[in-house]
T-cell receptor
Framework: AQSVTQLDSQVPVFEEAPVELRCNYS??????LFWYVQYPNQGLQLLLK??????LVKGINGFEAEFNKSQTSFHLRKPSVHISDTAEYFC?????????????FGGGTRVLVKP | ETGVTQSPTHLIKTRGQQVTLRCSSQ?????VSWYQQALGQGPQFIFQ???????GRGNFPPRFSGLQFPNYSSELNVNALELDDSALYLC?????????????FGAGTRLSVL
């Protein structure tokens, strides 16, 4: 079984400041890693994914994440946030090459960007 | 826009009733997964359908059931609704190829059980 822990439930940040959202996972098998964003009253949008290769992954809207296998972490970063980045962010994992991969999500981190 | 559409967007039911939620998958996708997102929590996997058969199920009781149709659209049915079933129900479609199974989500159906 897999589990995902997002260490911060809320992160307030000023506009144009950097932000880091922390994600740790637990799994007995290799996993794919994802970050999704959910804007108010909307579904989930894929920000970025780690499937294999370079451990630094770049996604949409200027976000990037780094996979650290030894620390079982997949932290999300953005060097300068905008008001429009106010949303909830979810880290998720799924088993590699398993038919019927389900996504296991963390509890989410709510980012509030202040002017 | 992911191309995954869900209907209805909002629904109000009373305890004990039954509900059907619908999902149209993105063009070219053959797999549909359903998730329940309670207020303030991350989504929880309900089940997945591939080639019209259930292909994995989370920790949900049998009163949660589903269907997938030949055009890969899907339904989620919940019988004997309980107050705790109030949540956002998300559908995600994917193409099972090379095991990557990247899932693309619809906007969800918000169900309120009174």
């Amino acid at each position: 079984a897999q589990s995902v822990t997002q260490l911060d439930s809320q992160v307030p940040v000023f506009e144009e400041a950097p932000v880091e959202l922390r994600c740790n996972y637990s799994s007995s098998v290799s996993v794919y890693l994802f970050w999704y964003v959910q804007y108010p009253n909307q579904g989930l949008q894929l920000l970025l994914k780690y499937l294999s290769g370079s451990t630094l992954v770049k996604g949409i809207n200027g976000f990037e994440a780094e996979f650290n296998k030894s620390q079982t972490s997949f932290h999300l970063r953005k060097p300068s946030v905008h008001i429009s980045d106010t949303a909830e962010y979810f880290c998720a994992v799924s088993r590699i090459k398993a038919a019927g991969n389900k996504l296991t999500f963390g509890g989410g981190t709510r980012v509030l960007v202040k002017p | 826009e992911t191309g995954v559409t869900q209907s209805p967007t909002h629904l109000i039911k009373t305890r004990g009733q039954q509900v059907t939620l619908r999902c149209s998958s993105q063009s070219g996708h053959n797999t549909v997964s359903w998730y329940q997102q309670a207020l303030g929590q991350g989504p929880q996997f309900i089940f997945q359908y591939y080639r019209e058969e259930e292909n994995g199920r989370g920790n949900f009781p049998p009163r949660f059931s589903g269907l997938q149709f030949p055009n890969y659209s899907s339904e989620l049915n919940v019988n004997a609704l309980e107050l705790d079933d109030s949540a956002l129900y998300l559908c995600a479609s994917s193409l099972v190829a090379s095991g990557e199974n990247i899932q693309y989500f619809g906007a969800g159906t918000r169900l309120s059980v009174l």
